[in-house]
């Protein structure tokens, strides 16, 4: 099972640290090290609630809602949305409650770092559930958290528990007048309940299906009354910003994309696991280096990735490590969205899957493609029938059975999934089957053309890490 790599490990009382001081600056992991760190007293005495008293002993919820925005925080969950501006969204009818929503169902594949958050630093997302409730003025709100994760909510309600015996949690919270309860609910396994509307309605207790927005959830949520759903990375990162402050958070990180990012990181290297990364480093650096992912087993050579979970375009390795300009690719928003989808991917959630030489790209295109199908909730037809659809195709050109003119068929019926569905997970199951054949064709013309070798072995590298031709800049 990959670890919490660069961060100590934390699992259990017993265990003490593994902290490497040379590695990069933490703001989410900084403490994770500390021995017991999961426990309300060790938490505390370590400075833990510290950023919770600042926020609701002297600062009003706007100056809050002030240093958040300074920060330029970007939702963790996977679109990126500033945090700050999401907020200020949130409708405030007099007499309607106001509910805060922690996503916590991190189900797209490739994606665990919610689940280490959760499980080693629970306190650390109380906190942030605390300050960002202060700010939005919520005194209910619920972390909706997958059903896999069936040995976490035990440690949340524990957690929860022990804020609230100490002060943090309840009614007149440390005597500031302010109340707060905190729900935990569990999911039954479904992917689309982290879409939020979709979550919202399993919350409620109906069929977890997504609602056409508008109205949006923070105008009309949860019961109908304005609701913010956030991811936990991005609740728990409000913490270290109160710590320092939003202009000192801005400081981490590049351009639009500030402060560090946890990255769960998996597939063919040497270290895999959950890193924070400060959003300044390269994408060969973290591929490569002892710190983060320790290269690839067995001295074989990259050949793909899919940086930001399941659903982000495919990049193979000559476009993954350098831009189409021939710019070091950054493990940044903008850097690896650079070339848009053409040449580049998404950060996405930060499910970061490395394949080797190995590997081959139908089957993993495959893979996905049953896994969408399986998870589409059916309402829409694009989505419904075309997941199947993508999922029947590619499974025949993987055993051999494909014909040529499937390749363009896939191609067709991805076109007519995106932008046409009520939510997003369309989008998603469409952009790997593009992305697979726009960098990989000729590993699909491949599989058709000699069905029976496809079955023994691997494409293999072929060409996909050679060297682009970058053409020369224009003459000014
Ligand atoms: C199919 C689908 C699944 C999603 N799953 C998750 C998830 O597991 N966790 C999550 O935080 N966001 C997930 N999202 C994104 C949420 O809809 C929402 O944008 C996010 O929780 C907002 O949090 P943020 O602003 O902090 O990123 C998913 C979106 C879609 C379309
Ligand atoms: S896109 Fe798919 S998952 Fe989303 S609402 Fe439509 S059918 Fe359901």
Redesign the pocket.
Known sequence: MPSLQNAGQTQTKSQSTNHNSKMGRKLLFDKAHIENIRYYDVYRANGGYGSAEKALKSMTPELVLEEVKKSGLR???????P?GM?WSFIAKPEGVPRYLVC??????PG?FK?RYLMEFIPHLLIEGLLISSYTLGCNTCYIYI?GEYAWIPDILEEAIADAKKNGWLGKNIQGTGFDLEIYVQRGAGA??C???TA?IESLEGKRGNPRIKPPFPAVKGLYDCPTV????E??ATIVPILRIGGEEYAKYGTGKSTGTKLISACGNINKPGVYEIEMNISVEEFIYSDEYCGGIPNGKRLKACIPGGSSVPILPANLLLKTAKGEPRMMTYESLADGGFATGTMLG?GGFIVLDEDQCIVKNTLTFARFYHHESCGQCSPCREGTGWMERVLKNIEKGKGKMSDIDLLWDIQRKIEGNTI???GD?AAWPVAAAIRHFRDEFEWHVLNPEEAQTRNFGLAHYADPLEIAAPAAV
Do not use: M, Q, W
């Open positions: 939702g963790r969950g996977g679109a990126g949305f945090t999401k996503n916590a169902d991190e189900s797209e994606t919610d997958r992917y689309i982290g879409e939020e979550l759903v956030n991811n936990v991005t609740l959630s939510c997003p997970l998603a």
